[in-house]
């Protein structure tokens, strides 16, 4: 299975560089969704919750073409390990392909490369055993801390959900990037310098428990990565949340994580192999 083989060509979100923010935002569903920005049938670049809101903070009114985030090029012959090492180095799920006379062919996105590759025997490791290899410790966060605190935790961690947790160190609530972008969107540009900040500051202090998502889906340490990547992939989700047998969370399983295993194991190689064997 090629890269050429998978990619989308239809209901790719298309937007002019003169709509705003706001408009791409509303078409998208979470920090690493993208909306691609076109002039005619050339790709101008993409728009990102990630990269417009969480590392900066700009006007819901503000043009699109402001603030274009340029991709790196893939190719339609790249290798799967290329395409997945440059999304998680980008935080971004969708990519555009571009064929060999460097024009438009279509996009690659996370969902579609794990729905693929979600067979393969990588995925078979119990969860135990997934997160005794990662090496990144679960990021958790008190209910009662404030969103500035949330917001500089991601930020340094560099992970795009915490855990979120009560004072007995229970599940209680998941908060990804996603969930801060509604909070975190500067006023319309209309508003004084002033009042913007104002309202900045009365949005930090809002307490993680107000806006972290309440129902949290969850595995226990028995169960495989394969498991939690069809429930990934059929509840159209980011995460799920790994407890121990005393029911504490323990570790976080992302779509990231799945596309960082198909990177290193080269499914390419794998796929090659299996039919190999096989013939």
């Given at each position: ?5 998978i ?12 709509e ?29 919750p ?13 043009k ?12 339609i ?57 990662k ?21 340094l ?7 979120v ?62 498991q ?9 989700i ?16 992302t779509s ?17 192999l ?6």
């Amino acid at each position: 299975m090629k890269l050429r083989d998978i990619i989308k060509t239809d209901n790719i979100i298309r937007l002019a560089p003169s709509e705003s923010l706001s408009t791409a935002f509303s078409k998208l569903s979470s920090s690493h969704d993208a909306a691609f920005i076109f002039k005619d049938d050339q790709l101008l670049g993409l728009v990102n919750p990630y990269h417009c809101i969480i590392k900066t903070s700009h006007p819901l009114n503000a043009k699109i073409a402001d603030f274009l985030f340029h991709p790196p090029h893939i190719y339609i012959n790249d290798s799967i390990a290329k395409v997945v090492e440059k999304m998680n180095y980008t935080r971004l799920h969708y990519l555009p392909v571009f064929n060999e006379k460097n024009d438009f062919a279509g996009i690659i996105s996370a969902r579609r490369l794990l729905k693929t590759f979600a067979y393969l025997p990588i995925f078979h490791h119990s969860l135990g055993e997934v997160i005794k290899a990662k090496s990144r410790v679960l990021v958790t966060i008190a209910e009662d801390e404030t969103l500035a605190i949330a917001l500089a935790l991601l930020r340094l961690e560099k992970v795009s959900k915490l855990v979120v947790v009560n004072r007995h160190n229970r599940l209680c609530g998941l908060l990804s990037q996603y969930d801060l972008v509604s909070f975190l969107i500067a006023p319309e540009a209309k508003e004084i310098i002033k009042e913007r900040k104002k309202r900045l500051a009365n949005i930090y202090n809002y307490r993680v428990k107000k806006i972290a998502r309440k129902f949290v889906l969850t595995l226990t340490e028995k169960n495989t990565l394969s498991q939690a990547l069809q429930l990934i992939l059929i509840k159209r989700i980011g995460s799920v949340v790994v407890l121990n047998e005393k029911k504490y969370p323990v570790g976080i399983i992302t779509s990231r994580d799945c596309l960082q295993l198909l990177r290193r194991h080269e499914p390419e190689k794998i796929i090659y192999l299996q039919w190999k064997f096989a013939s």
